[in-house]
């Protein structure tokens, strides 16, 4: 066996203590990396996570824009025939079942009936639509007999043109003994993802016809004479009524009718102030089945006078400015000689033009002598 020397001992145990020190150096190394390694692990988690965040945050903003290419306004584009489909629809869906005596069958109510409409109409025209052509009677919903709105014919040529992105107009000329020459305005708009008919407008190319207004104002009176009231309300004005009035200075006291309730005038009970007798000024109280009957008496008259009323008696006429734009068609009865001709009358039928351009009665005023 080999002996060391003193000195060989002291270079093994430098030679030994060099190999510890350096095998406890790499140790602690690993140590230290191991510690900062965690670290890095975690940053790489954070990252992957923000990475993956972005990705949906990328996914998400993919499905907004593909929400908003759906109302995009290339999407929202519309075609000639398209516009002449959603108008088809529109006509459709006012022309309800009725029975034979008007009631209408899939509806029950105003209500339910405005439903309806609004699923291809404007909140606005839907109403107006119901106010002008149904009244409810008797728990029943009711069609007023009369001219029902213009529509359009696809048939004859039409315009059509983009006003904005979500708007559009289709405009159609139309010629009608009752509404005579006209171009109509049909506006199309895109509401709540879907095209509805927002509006319906009319202008006048040419001057209705004083034939045309005296044939109106007849068949008017025909229907009070019959009283055949839900003809008569076919001719009041949807949105003024009609106002009645004793004598021919209106004032804002006058009674005023709406549409539904001439139609069902003789069903009132409710005794009406119409306004106040010349002389004595007691007040003119009666139930409108009472107070209608005084029109009567003009089952016949002597004469017709069509937008030429003079000043007769001595109530100050102001039907014209009470109602300007106004047509006015007098039916005149002569006075009696054995009553030295004082006990002269007139029946004055006022219309006005609707928004559809039809001319519509606003008023009925009687005239006569007062003391």
Known sequence: MMKLTSTGKAILFCFLAAVLAAGCSSEEAGTNNQEENPGETQQSDNQAEQDEQQTD????????????????????????EEAADILQQYETTFMVETNEDGTVEAYETEEELLSHFKTIMSDELAQTYVDEFFREDSGQ?????????????PEVDYEFNKKNETTYHVVQRKNSELRGDREYTFELKYQSNQWI????????????????????????????LKKDMDTVAGFVHSKKGLLISPYVNLTKEDVVLKKQEV????????????????GSGKPIEATPKEYFQRYQDFAEFDKVIV???????NVTMNIKE????????????????????????????????????EWKAVAL?????TI
């Not at 945050?57 to 000639?80: H, I, V």
């Not at 008919?197 to 025909?222: G, R, T």
């Not at 937008?307 to 008696?313: L, V």
């Not at 007098?330 to 559809?356: A, R």
């Open 57 to 80: 945050d990328n996914g998400t903003d993919t499905e907004e824009d593909g929400q908003q290419s759906e109302d995009s306004p290339e999407d929202m584009s519309l075609t000639k």
């Open 307 to 313: 937008d030429d009323i003079e000043q007769r008696g």
């Open 141 to 153: 919903l009711k069609i007023i007999a009369t001219e029902p709105p213009v529509w359009l014919n």
């Open 322 to 357: 009470y109602f300007p734009d106004s047509q006015v068609v007098e039916f005149y009865k002569d006075g009696t000689e054995e009553n030295s001709n004082m006990d002269w009358s007139s029946l004055y039928i006022v219309l006005q033009e609707d928004s559809e351009g």
């Open 365 to 369: 005023v009687s005239g006569q002598w």
């Open 197 to 224: 008919v927002s509006e319906v407008s009319s202008e006048k190319l040419d001057q209705v016809s004083s034939q045309q207004i005296k044939e109106k104002a007849d068949n008017m009176l025909h229907a009070l």
């Open 263 to 278: 139609a069902g005038v003789y069903e009132l009970n409710e005794t009406y102030t119409w306004g106040y007798e010349a």
